[in-house]
Each structure stands twice: as structure tokens, then as C-alpha cells.
């Protein structure tokens, strides 16, 4: 069972870290500060949730560790170009990033002593993230972020990424808060990517993953990059 004290709502602390945020959005480890502030009783409803699926049981019972199927570059460069696989390593190679990317940002904040399945299903939470980039066609430009939480805050409710959607929604302009209203509109209608059988669907041709999702044609936007971003100095 989870401890007494994580399901208590840290306010202060998210607030906090939500300014530094605001002030250097590339700051990756403070999104993981307000996760963890707001986790409250949410994350548990999310991983009783997940049990109930025929994925999620298997996750536990085969103890699988996404992170090390994604940390494989010559399994994901030999699959079939088109392919799920094939994309995310094209996706990471162009971005500069790697599966150990978000691992090293999350363990910036203390983990909480919970037992190894509800670890395996929260650190699978985290590995699948740049997979949902991917599959749903958002880059990780700001929008493209902000607009993966909003899907993502629509098919889960999360207190901590709901206040970081909240807060591009308010402080943006009109084009903004129509891409966060659609990509909230888009989570209610796909199916729920945080049980995805990411591990089957690795090899499969991206339009069939997309097709299964039922997430539809990836959108077309214009980029927003921060300041600090690669992208932006190019």
C-alpha cells in the first residue's frame, strides 16, 4: 500500500516549483516536483485502474521494464521502418534525447517507498512518454508538450499536470487554448495510452498503432520553442 502522508496535497510546494517552471520551461526535473506535490490519491486510482487491464496484469505478472526495451537502439533500429520502433529512435536521435532522459530529470526529487508492481507501473508512466509523443504527433516544442499533458489530463485526471495545462491555458493566447481544448477533446476520445501494450505495439506499422489508439491523423501545428531549446538556436 502507498504511505499515509503521499496522498497529502503539497500545495506550496507545486506552486513553487510552478513559478520556476514559468520562468525556464525547459526545466523537466520541476514538472516532476509538481507531479509528486499533486500526486494525492490520484496515482493509486491510476494503478488500480491499470491492474484491471489485460496489459497492465501482464506488465506486472512478466515484470516487464519498458525502459530497458527503449534503451535498446539495435532492437528499435532493426524493426521495420514505419514502425512505431523505428519512429521513436528516429524521434530521439533528432531530438537529442534518450530513454535515460527522464529517468535523470525524475530522480532530481526523492522517490517515495511504495512496493516493486506500483514502482514498475509509475516508472512505466514516465518511459512512455516520448512513445505518446510520438504516436500522437506532438513534438516536444512547448505546445507539444503542454498539449500531451492536456490528452493525457483527459484520459487520467492528475491535480499536478492539470495546474501546468491550467497555467499555458490562462497565460496563452487564443491559438494556444484552442490546441489545449482539442487535445483535450482527442484523450476523452482514444483509448487510454498509459495502458498501451507499448511493448507489442513496438513493431507495428505507426498508422495500425495510431488506427488501434484511436487517435486519428497526427495534427498540424506551427512549433513553439522556448528560448533555451536546441531547436531554437537552429
Avoid at 57 to 70: G, S, Y
Wanted: with cysteine; charged share 30%.
Amino acid at each position: 500500500m502507498t504511505q499515509k502522508n503521499e496522498t497529502r496535497l503539497r500545495f506550496r510546494e507545486a506552486w513553487q516549483a510552478l513559478q520556476r517552471l514559468r520562468q525556464d520551461p525547459d526545466k523537466t526535473d520541476e514538472v516532476f516536483v509538481i507531479i509528486r506535490a499533486l500526486t494525492g490519491k490520484s496515482g493509486e486510482r491510476q494503478y488500480a485502474r491499470f491492474v484491471k487491464t489485460e496489459t497492465g496484469r501482464k506488465v506486472i505478472a512478466e515484470k516487464r521494464d519498458l525502459l530497458e526495451t527503449l534503451r535498446d537502439r539495435a532492437y528499435l533500429e532493426s524493426l521495420p521502418q514505419g514502425s512505431l520502433g523505428r519512429a521513436y529512435a528516429e524521434f530521439t536521435a533528432r531530438e537529442q534525447i534518450s530513454a535515460d532522459g527522464l529517468v535523470e530529470a525524475s530522480e532530481t526529487v526523492e522517490r517515495e517507498a511504495i512496493d516493486e508492481d506500483r514502482r514498475r507501473f509509475y516508472d512505466r508512466l514516465r518511459d512512455c512518454h516520448d512513445l505518446q509523443h510520438v504516436t500522437t504527433g506532438w513534438g516536444r516544442d512547448l505546445m507539444g508538450e503542454v498539449s500531451v499533458l492536456s490528452f493525457g489530463t483527459a484520459q487520467a485526471w492528475h491535480h499536478g499536470i492539470a495546474l501546468i495545462v491550467a497555467q499555458v491555458f490562462w497565460s496563452g493566447g487564443p491559438e494556444s487554448r484552442k490546441m489545449i481544448r482539442k487535445a483535450w477533446r482527442r484523450g476523452k476520445e482514444a483509448q487510454w495510452l498509459d495502458a498501451a501494450d507499448w511493448e507489442r505495439l513496438l513493431p507495428m506499422a505507426l498508422d495500425k498503432v495510431r488506427a488501434e489508439l484511436a487517435l486519428g491523423a497526427p495534427p498540424v501545428y506551427e512549433p513553439v520553442w522556448s528560448e533555451g531549446a536546441p531547436a531554437a538556436a537552429s
